[in-house]
């Protein structure tokens, strides 16, 4: 009987965890691989961690490299060693990383040291926005890999600009379609029970480190938020290091406005709160698909954005922290949201065609 391949499904953050389980489900039912899941530890809030990895059904990781998510230059280096010696441990076969995080890189740079292939799936993304840690983690990880999974084709475009095109023995690039819409659809169809009773509603969340960690930006943007809630409520489910960085006053303004300020919430619940919301305001990229996919526009607090197709069809516009604009596009939403969310992102099937192109790589 012929061994099965080892794959090394490599997670640390909450993003991460949501697209690994795709790939985790079909290769748990797949008896010519044999998954070894391994987590950074990045991720600095344990209970948002352990509620991920039970409600989407990834299992217990076998190695957790205990890494904390601390500045940059000291994350990705203590990732690359920690990981090193869990590859010389396990001689996978390949890795497969996701996204554009601390760990994708760390990951793919200890990889790459040992010789072994590496599978990027959301390679090719670009925001143009050389300050984001997360451009640079995405474009030396797309350097550093043997097979990229692109989920659009700009995305293809993106990496034939930068010379990163299909070159047989060297490099491997394909469209999958994205993998966020088979995690959407496997949990639209898990919870359908509605979860939150207000008839109308948007749903916000703030993250990224240049509007938490800028007082002025966070303040802005939450006012806004709040001014807009005087004409529907908003659910705004908080991220820890937003929630460490509310002031005693903007804590006390956000209790006295109709916004519900909730702990994290598991990705199939999330899910459905986008589902039967009126719109939604994010930084994260992943919320703006996963906006999408449930075909509701979406207000992104960024000056930029890596998923551009949703700016052109007009399902997304970029209100950086322009308060005015996030009032003025609320209003207009509530009353003439966009209909027409044209098919941009595959048809939920990017796992099993990823597990596939890997296993067709591994025979040739």
Same mark, same amino acid.
């Given at each position: ?8 499904n490599l ?8 697209k690994a ?7 748990q ?8 899941l391994?987590h950074s530890?990045q991720?600095?809030?344990?209970n948002?961690s ?16 205990g890494?904390r998510n601390e500045? /940059?230059?000291?994350?990705?280096? #203590? ?5 090193e $010696?869990?590859?010389?441990a !396990?001689s *996978?076969?390949?890795v497969?990383?996701?996204g554009d ?5 760390g990951g793919?740079?200890?990889?790459? /040291?040992?010789n072994i292939?590496? #599978?990027?799936?959301?390679a090719?993304? $670009?925001?143009?926005?050389p !300050?984001? *840690?997360e ?5 030396q990880t797309?350097k ?6 692109c989920?659009?084709d ?11 095109n299909?070159s ?10 994205d ?6 659809q496997w949990?639209?169809?898990k919870?359908k ?5 207000a008839?109308e509603?948007?749903v916000?969340t703030?993250?990224r ?6 007082p002025?930006?966070?303040e ?6 709040m ?10 489910p ?8 509310l002031?005693?006053k ?7 406005s ?8 598991a990705y199939?619940?999330?899910i459905?709160l986008?589902?039967?919301s009126?719109?939604?305001i994010t930084d994260s ?11 509701k ?9 890596e ?5 052109k ?8 922290d322009?308060a005015?604009?996030i009032?003025r596009?609320?209003?207009?939403w ?11 992102y595959g048809d ?5 065609q990823?597990i ?8 040739a």
């Amino acid at each position: 009987m012929t061994k099965p391949h080892r794959i090394i499904n490599l997670v640390g953050a909450r993003p991460q965890f949501i697209k690994a389980s795709a790939i985790s489900r079909i290769l748990q039912g797949d008896k010519r691989f044999e998954e070894i899941l391994v987590h950074s530890g990045q991720h600095y809030d344990k209970n948002m961690s352990d509620v991920f990895f039970k409600d989407l059904g990834i299992p217990k990781p076998k190695h957790n490299l205990g890494i904390r998510n601390e500045s /940059a230059e000291h994350v990705v280096d #203590a990732i690359r060693k920690s990981f090193e $010696r869990v590859l010389k441990a !396990e001689s *996978p076969d390949a890795v497969i990383l996701y996204g554009d995080t601390y760990t994708t890189l760390g990951g793919a740079l200890a990889a790459r /040291a040992m010789n072994i292939p590496v #599978a990027h799936v959301e390679a090719g993304l $670009r925001s143009y926005n050389p !300050e984001m *840690p997360e451009e640079f983690n995405r474009v030396q990880t797309d350097k550093l890999s043997t097979w990229l999974f692109c989920p659009t084709d700009s995305a293809i475009a993106n990496l034939e600009t930068e010379g990163l095109n299909n070159s047989p023995g060297v490099r491997y690039v394909e469209r999958t379609g994205d993998i966020m819409l088979d995690v959407a659809q496997w949990s639209m169809k898990k919870q359908k029970t509605r979860l939150w009773e207000a008839g109308e509603y948007a749903v916000f969340t703030l993250h990224r480190n240049f509007n938490t960690d800028n007082p002025q930006r966070l303040e802005t943007i939450l006012h806004a938020v709040m001014d807009l809630s005087e004409i529907v409520e908003v659910v705004f489910p908080i991220h820890p290091r937003t929630a460490k960085n509310l002031t005693k006053k903007l804590r006390q303004d956000l209790d006295e406005s109709n916004v519900w300020v909730i702990e994290p919430v598991a990705y199939p619940a999330m899910i459905n709160l986008l589902s039967h919301s009126n719109f939604v305001i994010t930084d994260s990229g992943g919320l703006q698909k996963e906006a999408y996919f449930v075909k509701k526009p979406v207000m992104i607090t960024r000056a930029e954005t890596e998923w551009t197709e949703m700016l052109k069809t007009g399902n997304a516009v970029l209100v950086n922290d322009d308060a005015d604009e996030i009032l003025r596009k609320g209003e207009e939403w509530l009353d003439n949201p966009p209909s027409d969310f044209p098919s941009l992102y595959g048809d939920g099937m990017a796992a099993a065609q990823i597990i596939e192109s890997i296993y067709t790589h591994f025979r040739a």
